[in-house]
């Protein structure tokens, strides 16, 4: 039976979908292929902007796998459609602004030992053993967004600070994320996620001590223990960069 809450088949297979499409666009970028490369110039012009707005990405960020999907015999319906392919467009055209000139891919697979969340991002932006209030007030802020549009320009400016500083991001589980959001008591349980994500790394980062290395205190590296306190509350190749797109 059809559900309105955002079923877990549904956001699994959103993540999945994300994760193949930005796999494989990640892939030929970092490879130099022009096919790529014009695909992530045409989708970060769509970062932060919904998917109505910007019809030049209709025929590139492909959905036929969410149409064909069965559940019981029966398609997904459209409410169920319409929030994935809404969900898949902010996550990839995000990604797309996050890649721009980055020599190494900056969508990565969450992993326990290896946080991926957007908490956990944001948490790496931060000094070791500190909390910086305004990427704190960002993330809450975002956290509060009041619909898909908001959070989409709202996460738009994070990303633009994870990208400075090249740190990762599973955009597979962003994905499936924004289609929860958009389900009635879905924002409660990602701004959860986004808290649990935020403890992750620090988490991460007490079990991983940095081994005499200074530099694993900075963005992008494993930090040094980090015990300050979540900013949502108690429930919630090479390095170098490249030029090839920076127009």
């Given at each position: 039976m059809t559900t309105t809450t955002g079923p877990s088949l549904v956001v699994e297979l959103v993540a999945q979908v994300a994760h193949q499409k930005i796999g494989g666009w990640q892939h030929g970028y970092l490879n130099d292929e022009a096919k790529a490369v014009a695909a992530l110039a045409r989708l970060r012009r769509g970062a932060g902007r919904p998917a109505g707005q910007v019809p030049?990405?209709?025929?590139?960020?492909?959905?036929?796998?969410?149409?064909?999907?069965?559940?019981?015999?029966?398609?997904?319906?459209?409410?169920e459609l319409g929030r994935a392919e809404d969900a898949l467009h902010v996550a990839v055209t995000l990604w797309a602004l996050h890649q721009q000139s980055r020599g190494t891919g900056m969508h990565q697979l969450h992993q326990r030992e290896r946080p991926r969340g957007l908490g956990a991002a944001v948490h790496r932006l931060m000094p070791a053993n500190d909390i910086d209030d305004s990427l704190r007030k960002r993330l809450v802020r975002a956290g509060n967004s009041p619909d898909l549009p908001s959070l989409a320009q709202r996460l738009r400016d994070l990303v633009t600070l994870l990208r400075r500083e090249e740190v990762r991001l599973d955009y597979g589980l962003l994905a499936g994320q924004l289609y929860q959001w958009q389900w009635p008591g879905g924002a409660d349980r990602v701004r959860a996620a986004w808290g649990r994500s935020f403890h992750a790394w620090q988490d991460t980062?007490?079990?991983?001590?940095?081994?005499g290395h200074p530099a694993a205190d900075t963005p992008g590296q494993e930090p040094a223990g980090h015990t300050a306190p979540g900013p949502l509350g108690p429930t919630t190749g090479s390095t170098s960069s490249t030029d090839k797109d920076a127009s």
């Open positions: 030049d990405l209709w025929d590139l960020i492909d959905t036929q796998l969410l149409h064909d999907v069965r559940r019981e015999g029966r398609p997904l319906s459209e409410g980062a007490r079990r991983i001590p940095p081994q």
